[in-house]
């Protein structure tokens, strides 16, 4: 009986796996949700380590760039993110400080604001301004760069 749940427990883990890697801690939650015993999921996650399957910082550096890259997220939301998915501190922090030499979060916002213009045109210049605000600042961006690209976006289409 013991063997069929490991089996199970063991399938359920590869088939999170096969959709998208996960963090040590994502596994473990996920497999506890179902019900299987932490010796299971102890021995399980072990041996998906001892494969590789697992890596908590290999997640980590995908993880960033793929929300960098494809949701325009900040550094700090992501780095929020990956808090949850449970990733160390220091795993963060090295994989971030190692990411933000090929991302600019200026640039990223510049890009956001850039699309997000056509949306708000005909708008209130307040009201328009207050949403491209608020649309950043949702997505983690400082004060400091949500102003600079909103002004400099009215600049340029003076």
Request: net charge positive.
């Amino acid at each position: 009986m013991e063997n069929s749940i490991s089996t199970k427990a063991e399938s359920y883990a590869y088939r999170l796996l096969n959709y998208r890697p996960r963090s040590e801690q994502e596994i473990r939650d996920k497999l506890k949700k179902r019900g299987f015993a932490e010796e299971i999921i102890d021995c399980l996650v072990l041996e998906l380590k001892n494969r590789s399957l697992i890596d908590d910082y290999n997640f980590a550096r995908l993880w960033v760039r793929s929300r960098l890259q494809s949701s325009g997220q900040s550094f700090s939301n992501v780095r929020r993110e990956l808090l949850r998915k449970g990733i160390a501190d220091d795993i963060i922090e090295d994989v971030t400080a190692q990411i933000e030499k090929d991302f600019n979060e200026y640039d990223i916002a510049k890009g956001l604001i850039e699309t997000r213009l056509r949306l708000v045109h005909g708008l209130d210049r307040h009201k328009a301004q207050y949403r491209l605000y608020s649309y950043l600042k949702r997505r983690g961006f400082s004060d400091n760069i949500i102003y600079r690209v909103i002004n400099e976006a009215y600049t340029d289409t003076k």
